[in-house]
C-alpha cells in the first residue's frame, strides 16, 4: 500500500518556529516509518521560506526511501531539489507534462475531485482522489465525501495510473479504499 502524507504545520503548532521544528520532527518520523511521499502543502509562505523548509526536510529524509513533492510550487521544487511536485487539476493549472518539460526527473502527483479531473491527469505518476470520506479543516468538516463507489469509478478511469484515496480515511477504513481499487492513502491528520 502506498502511503503520502501530507503537511499543515499549522497543525502541529500556532507558532512559527515550533511549527517548523515540530513538522521536521514528523519528517523524520515519517521517513523511518516508511511514508513513500511527502507532500509540502504550506500554501501561505513565501518561496524562500519553502525554500529553505525543503532544504531541511531532504536533510531530515536522506537515506529514506520517502520523496518529498513541493505542492504547486515548480519553481520551489527545482530551487530547492525536491523530488518533484503535487499539482491540482483545475484546468489552466500547470499539467504533468509541462511539468515534465522543465523537470524531466519530477515525481508528479495531481489532486483529482471528478471522473473528469482523473482523465485529465492520466500522464501524471498517481493520483490523490476525494473526498472519500469527508473533508474537514481544522477539525471542522466542511464537505462529504464522494463515496467509495466514485474511488472505484476512478480507480478504473485512471487504468494503469495509480489512485490514492483521499478525505476522511483512517485507519478502520483504509482497507475499504484499498477493496474500492485505491493502490494507497493520503492524508494530513491520518498520519500525524
Known amino acids: 500500500m502506498t502511503r503520502c502524507a501530507i503537511t499543515n504545520r499549522k497543525i502541529v503548532s500556532p507558532e512559527e518556529q515550533a511549527a517548523q521544528q515540530a513538522l521536521l520532527d514528523l519528517v523524520r ?13 504550506e500554501k501561505d509562505l513565501e518561496a524562500a521560506e519553502m525554500i529553505s ?15 518529498l ?17 503535487h499539482l491540482t487539476s483545475r484546468e489552466g493549472e500547470l499539467t504533468p507534462a509541462q511539468v515534465r518539460s522543465i523537470f524531466p526527473e519530477a515525481i508528479v502527483s495531481v489532486s483529482c475531485h471528478t471522473l ?12 490523490l482522489f ?3 470520506f469527508e473533508k474537514s479543516v481544522i477539525g471542522e468538516r466542511v464537505a462529504d465525501g464522494s463515496g467509495l ?12 495510473v495509480p489512485v490514492l484515496a483521499l478525505g476522511g480515511v483512517t485507519a478502520e477504513n483504509s482497507n475499504a479504499c484499498l477493496d474500492a481499487g485505491a493502490a494507497g492513502i493520503a ?3 491520518l498520519f500525524l
Open 116 to 127: 473528469d479531473d482523473v482523465r485529465r491527469s492520466l500522464d501524471a505518476d498517481f493520483l
Open 187 to 189: 492524508g494530513i491528520r
Open 53 to 67: 523548509l525543503t532544504r531541511r526536510m531532504l536533510a531530515e529524509l536522506a537515506g529514506s526511501r520517502t520523496k
Open 149 to 160: 463507489e466514485l474511488l472505484h469509478q476512478a480507480c478504473l478511469a485512471a487504468g494503469k
Open 130 to 132: 476525494g473526498p472519500v
Open 29 to 41: 518520523r515519517w521517513a523511518n516509518s516508511g511514508i513513500d511521499y511527502l507532500q509540502l502543502r
Open 69 to 85: 513533492l513541493i505542492n504547486g510550487r515548480l519553481d520551489v521544487a527545482i530551487a530547492a531539489g525536491a523530488h518533484g511536485v
